[in-house]
């Protein structure tokens, strides 16, 4: 099952995926692909996009894992923004491939840190923690609501 760079002509069948996974459960929110391709039009067209693919061997996408590198003193780091494997496929290895070809992209690029944001009691967490990550101790993830 091929893993490759993600490029801007992925990115339709990248959001058209996204919008499938994150409707479904444990997410539920209401993407559409239109939504969903907004927002990964975003981080393909913000400084520093690194992005992988994979796809079936005919060709469909099967999953991806995008972010974005940023400086931070005298080094890189890289904000993971989003991953996702198509809800047929999961737990069949390919998140673990396309995170461990993402990592091999960034240790090219010297990249001191990976971090995420996601939710603390979602089934990705273990996943997440099963490649290394490690909640924060000494940082909080802030947010506040507006109303309009
Ligand atoms: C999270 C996700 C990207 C993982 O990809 P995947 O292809 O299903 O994961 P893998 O098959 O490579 O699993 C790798 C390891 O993580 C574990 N894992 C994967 N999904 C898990 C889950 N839902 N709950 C607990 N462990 C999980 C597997 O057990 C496996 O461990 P093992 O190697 O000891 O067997 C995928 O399940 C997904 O898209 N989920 C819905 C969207 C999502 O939550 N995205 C991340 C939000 S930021």
């Known amino acids: 099952m091929p893993t490759k760079r993600l490029e801007q002509r992925d990115l339709e069948a990248c959001a058209a995926l996204f919008a499938q996974v994150f409707s479904a459960e444990p997410w539920s929110e209401p993407w559409g692909v239109d939504g969903a391709l907004a927002r990964l039009e975003h981080f393909h ?21 995008l972010g974005n590198l940023e400086p931070y003193l005298d080094c890189q780091l890289f904000y993971l923004r989003e991953m996702c494997v198509a809800s047929h496929r999961q737990g069949q290895g390919i998140g673990s491939r396309l995170y461990q070809a993402l990592e091999r992209e960034l240790v090219e690029r010297d990249v001191r840190a990976v971090y995420l944001a996601t939710g603390r009691d979602i089934p990705a967490a273990g996943f997440y923690q099963g490649l290394g990550f490690r909640c924060s101790e000494s940082m909080a993830f802030y947010a506040k609501g507006l109303k309009g």
């Open 45 to 65: 067209a913000s400084p520093g996009f690194v992005g992988m693919l994979s796809t079936s061997d005919k060709g469909d996408v099967t999953g991806f894992v």
